[in-house]
């Protein structure tokens, strides 16, 4: 499955990094300035994330220009989103 391509590239590059907690994964956001969000891994189970993350892949397949994961919704709507999974 090509999404699981592009978040265990996106997770190996991520694990270089010591600005990312174990069990979370950098994203960026935004729809012309990226902005760079650190999720819970549980993020991506959920399948409003999954939606999110078939939209990346629609749009950046595996090219992904920030070298992380690139998702291409405003940050408005992300950080909505981002706000109902921590609740629940």
Do not use: W
Request: some cysteine; proline content about 6%; overall charge neutral.
């Amino acid at each position: 499955m090509a999404i699981r391509q592009i978040l265990r590239r996106s997770l190996s590059s991520e694990r270089k990094s010591a600005e990312v907690p174990k069990g979370h994964l950098a994203v960026y956001v935004g729809e012309s300035e990226k902005k760079r969000f650190v999720i819970p891994l549980s993020y991506l189970n959920h399948p409003s994330f999954q939606d999110l993350l078939c939209r990346a892949e629609e749009e950046f397949g595996f090219h992904h220009p920030m070298g992380g994961l690139t998702i291409p919704c405003s940050e408005d709507v992300f950080v909505d989103l981002t706000s109902h999974l921590s609740r629940t």
